[in-house]
């Protein structure tokens, strides 16, 4: 099996800075795609970021110049940096991996799910 670990989340002022990290375990033998998604208001989970594998980076254009999503591969983690945070960011913030385990391949995976909460 393979489990993701969220970190990161709390509350922070409207303009201030905070980075989340996924941490992948388990029997994994490759990570392909890397994502997070976030739910507000627990509405349906819409795309920040995505790290394919091989492409640059892509980001929701609400995101775009503020947040930087970055993977360390030998640690089987990903992050997402979030800059210059508005209100309207406030939301579940969700790590997805595609990943080739001993048991199958190319399987979705999420993260618990992080708060994020910025006040204005």
Same mark, same amino acid.
């Given at each position: 099996?393979?489990?993701?670990?969220?970190?990161?989340?709390?509350?922070?002022?409207?303009?201030? !800075?905070?980075?989340?990290?996924?941490? /992948? !375990?388990?029997?994994?033998? /490759?990570? %392909?795609d890397m994502a997070w998604y976030r739910s507000i208001f627990g509405k349906?989970?819409?795309?920040? /970021?995505? *790290? $394919? !594998?091989?492409?640059?980076? @892509? =980001?929701?254009?609400?995101?775009?110049?503020? *947040? #930087?999503?970055?993977?360390?591969?030998?640690? @089987? $983690?990903?992050y997402l940096q979030m800059n210059s945070l508005k209100p309207e960011d #406030? /939301?579940? =913030? =969700?790590?997805?991996? %595609?990943?080739?385990? &001993? +048991?199958?391949?190319?399987?979705? =995976? +999420?993260?618990?799910? #992080?708060?994020? #909460?910025? &006040?204005?």
């Amino acid at each position: 099996q393979v489990q993701l670990v969220e970190s990161g989340g709390g509350l922070v002022q409207a303009g201030g !800075s905070l980075r989340l990290s996924c941490a /992948a !375990s388990g029997s994994i033998r /490759a990570i %392909n795609d890397m994502a997070w998604y976030r739910s507000i208001f627990g509405k349906k989970r819409d795309l920040v /970021a995505l *790290f $394919t !594998s091989g492409d640059s980076p @892509n =980001y929701a254009d609400s995101v775009k110049g503020r *947040f #930087t999503i970055s993977r360390d591969n030998a640690k @089987n $983690t990903m992050y997402l940096q979030m800059n210059s945070l508005k209100p309207e960011d #406030t /939301a579940i =913030y =969700y790590c997805k991996m %595609n990943v080739d385990s &001993s +048991w199958s391949l190319k399987s979705d =995976y +999420w993260g618990q799910g #992080t708060q994020v #909460t910025v &006040s204005s």
